[in-house]
Nanobody
Framework: VQLQASGGGLVQAGGSLRLSCAAY????????MGWFRQAPAKEREFVAA????????YYADYVKGRFTISRDNAKNTVYLQMNSLIPADTAVYYC????????????????WGRGTQVTVSS
């Protein structure tokens, strides 16, 4: 499975962005998918995840109420709607996928995209 993320960019604090991640190859619509991020000089951290059907969603505490993960299996695409962005959200965002449900909120995903830069100015 190959993952291609897009939608990053520069936005002012309080603004919104929507990230997209298209999955190619294999039977990608049965994969659980998610987003991680890594800011400069910081460790990679979990952001959000969604199971293969879209029925279960998980969020890190620091994005709850501001970010929404969703998916369109017909398009093999997962989305991350990011609202009320703050400078602390500045990071490279990585799309991930894995067939195992047990690793949904861990960093043990098998497939990782290249990442898309999100920069929030104050």
């Amino acid at each position: 499975v190959q993952l291609q993320a897009s939608g990053g960019g520069l936005v002012q604090a309080g603004g919104s962005l929507r990230l997209s991640c298209a999955a190619y190859g294999g039977t990608s619509n049965v994969y659980n998918m998610g987003w991680f991020r890594q800011a400069p000089a910081k460790e990679r951290e979990f952001v959000a995840a969604i199971n293969w059907s879209g029925g279960n969603k998980y969020y890190a505490d620091y994005v709850k109420g501001r970010f929404t993960i969703s998916r369109d299996n017909a398009k093999n695409t997962v989305y991350l709607q990011m609202n009320s962005l703050i400078p602390a959200d500045t990071a490279v965002y990585y799309c991930v996928a894995d067939s195992r449900t047990s690793i949904l909120v861990s960093d043990e995903y098998t497939y990782w995209g290249r990442g898309t830069q999100v920069t929030v100015s104050s």
